[in-house]
């Protein structure tokens, strides 16, 4: 399956936890485009897995089948650790479906947690966790 991340007209929400300064965020920011495609890779790589998403069955989640393609950032949360030291990311997204009337809804929520020792170095993905909408 592609995907395909969608502006949902909705602004992601931003936390900051733990003293993550504004210079830090502005620092993050500017390699926005460097954890999208962190995410989008981690996202594809999970709704492809079949293990992990289904192609049909009753009672399994998440179907690959219901799934459009098309995803969305929710929010966003920036914390400091001590221990390791460094910055967590949680970016949660939501993964939509199609509704019987054609519209979409949100189907399918996974959260991608990255990880850098500093605000230069590679993220390292911490995991990525899924739940129903």
């Given at each position: 399956?592609?995907?395909?991340?969608?502006?949902?007209?909705?602004e992601p929400?931003?936390?900051?936890?733990?003293?993550?300064?504004?210079?830090?965020?502005?620092?993050?920011?500017?390699?926005?485009?460097?954890?999208?495609?962190?995410?989008?890779?981690?996202?594809l790589?999970?709704v492809?897995?079949?293990?992990?998403?289904?192609?049909?069955?009753?009672?399994?989640?998440?179907?690959?089948?219901?799934?459009?393609?098309?995803?969305?950032?929710?929010?966003?949360?920036?914390?400091?650790?001590?221990?390791?030291?460094?910055?967590?990311i949680?970016i949660?997204?939501?993964?939509t479906?199609?509704l019987?009337?054609?519209?979409?809804d949100?189907?399918?929520?996974?959260?991608v947690?990255?990880?850098t020792?500093?605000?230069?170095?590679?993220?390292?993905?911490?995991?990525?966790?899924?739940?129903?909408?």
């Amino acid at each position: 399956m592609n995907l395909k991340l969608i502006e949902s007209g909705i602004e992601p929400n931003i936390e900051f936890y733990d003293g993550i300064s504004l210079k830090q965020y502005q620092d993050l920011s500017k390699r926005w485009n460097e954890i999208l495609l962190i995410v989008h890779k981690e996202i594809l790589n999970y709704v492809n897995d079949d293990n992990l998403c289904f192609d049909s069955g009753e009672d399994i989640f998440p179907l690959r089948s219901e799934l459009t393609g098309n995803y969305y950032i929710d929010s966003i949360s920036y914390i400091k650790h001590v221990n390791p030291i460094g910055i967590q990311i949680m970016i949660k997204t939501r993964l939509t479906k199609t509704l019987q009337n054609g519209k979409e809804d949100d189907y399918l929520e996974l959260d991608v947690t990255l990880f850098t020792s500093f605000i230069n170095h590679n993220f390292e993905v911490w995991g990525i966790d899924s739940s129903s909408i």
